[in-house]
């Protein structure tokens, strides 16, 4: 990629009005949370026995996930405990291209809205192996409405579009090295040096662009619905009262 992928000063300005939201403390402890998030999913994941996440496992799984909280039922309904555990392990656990399994992965969950088929998948990968994988969910990027976090803060040549959802999902992990290793170099973000530092900024960005929104086009009493944004950074990361 050539040319600047982050714009710097919008950058600098979300994580500004994060903070008048938001104390360092409060970022840190959410990086923390999403740490025992991981350390869960590896146990469930990762198990040195490949015994396979049971459904109540499984269950328990998928509501610590924000985008398929609440519909649970429904996926373990339409895909079946069984095949979804194994579709999972092809994803973690299997070998080949990270995009080819992504895509695999999304494919499978035939029915499944689109945006539900990457957010699963690209938290399932993150939170078992953070390294290397990175998160992808509708808040991050959404392609339907081209909205989310990530266009906030990259340059508005930097196209996070591609054909494919597995193509799609490595431009999103080089557009979220690039805001990583930006924040670090320039200070814009306190919570860089961690994993999950990019994660908990990302969603200060997202939670500042719904303030933002909600207040241009709807009432106080509206507004007082949205959570403080420490509790919404936490709902969005899917570690607020998190059941596994």
């Given amino acids: 990629m050539s040319g600047q992928v982050v714009d710097t000063q919008s950058a600098r300005e979300f ?10 403390a ?3 402890a959410i990086a923390d949370e999403c740490r025992t998030k991981r350390d869960r999913f590896r146990a469930l994941l990762a198990r040195p026995s490949g015994a396979p996440p049971t459904e109540g496992e499984l ?5 610590s996930i924000f985008s398929t909280r609440r519909r649970t039922p429904e996926l373990l309904e339409r895909a079946r405990a069984e095949r979804l ?3 999972i392990g092809d994803l973690v656990g299997g070998r080949g291209p990270v995009e080819a399994r992504f895509q695999v ?11 539900l088929s990457y957010d699963l998948a690209s938290e399932l990968l993150h939170f078992t192996d953070p390294e290397r994988y990175w998160l992808w969910t509708r808040w991050v990027w959404d392609p339907k409405t ?6 906030l803060v990259t340059m508005e040549e930097y196209d996070l579009v591609a054909p494919s959802l597995g193509t799609m999902y490595l431009r999103v992990g080089e557009a979220t090295a690039f805001v990583h290793e930006t924040g670090r170099a320039a200070g814009f973000t306190p919570i860089g040096q961690g994993a999950f530092g990019v994660d908990v900024y990302l969603a200060c960005v997202y939670g ?3 303030y933002t ?14 959570p403080p944004l420490p509790e919404l950074c936490r709902r969005l990361l899917g570690v607020h009262r998190m059941e596994l």
Avoid at 59 to 63: D, T, Y
């Fill in 146 to 151: 081209r909205t989310g976090a990530l266009p």
């Fill in 208 to 210: 500042v662009y719904v």
């Fill in 15 to 24: 994580m500004r009005e994060a903070l008048q939201k938001i104390t360092e």
């Fill in 105 to 115: 992965f999304c494919d499978r969950l035939d029915g499944v809205p689109e945006s």
């Fill in 213 to 226: 929104t909600v207040r241009m086009r709807m009432t106080q009493e509206f507004n007082r619905v949205i």
């Fill in 59 to 63: 269950r328990a799984l998928l509501r």
């Fill in 26 to 28: 409060e970022l840190s």
């Fill in 85 to 87: 555990a194994s579709w």
